[in-house]
């Protein structure tokens, strides 16, 4: 499954790199994992630094073509993109273990807000 590089865009105020890829015989079974290590290591990159946004699959063809960003590092990732991309270009144990630590119920405030933080009722004319 080669991977050729289409074009690549360089974001400076969001500090990443826009690629965009082309898979060729493929055959419909391209994963996001697969299809982010196989553009690292084009670009020879940490593969945690490349993000799957968009895979599209050309409908009776063997290939498909992808958008990745490709931040200088991880933490800049977390800033920039949205929590749910970021589970989803996890593999499926850590995928399933993060969905299920945000569906426990948050822990309830520890006391009320003070006397004075309150709103006094609004005095009539």
């Not at 699959?57 to 800049?76: C, H, I, M, P, T």
């Amino acid at each position: 499954m080669p991977a050729e590089l289409l074009e690549q865009q360089e974001n400076k105020f969001l500090s990443r790199r826009e690629v965009t890829a082309k898979f060729t015989a493929i055959k419909g079974n391209l994963k996001r994992d697969d299809a982010s290590n196989m553009v690292a290591q084009q670009l020879n990159v940490d593969k945690a630094s490349v993000f799957p946004i968009k895979i599209k699959f050309d409908a009776g063809r063997d290939s498909a073509k992808g958008v990745f960003y490709v931040y200088s590092n991880a933490e800049l990732a977390k800033k920039h993109l949205p929590r749910y991309l970021m589970i989803r270009s996890l593999p499926k144990e850590e995928r399933k273990k993060v969905r299920e630590e945000m569906k426990k119920p948050k822990q309830a405030a520890p006391a009320s807000a003070p006397a004075s933080a309150t709103a006094a009722p609004a005095e009539k004319k």
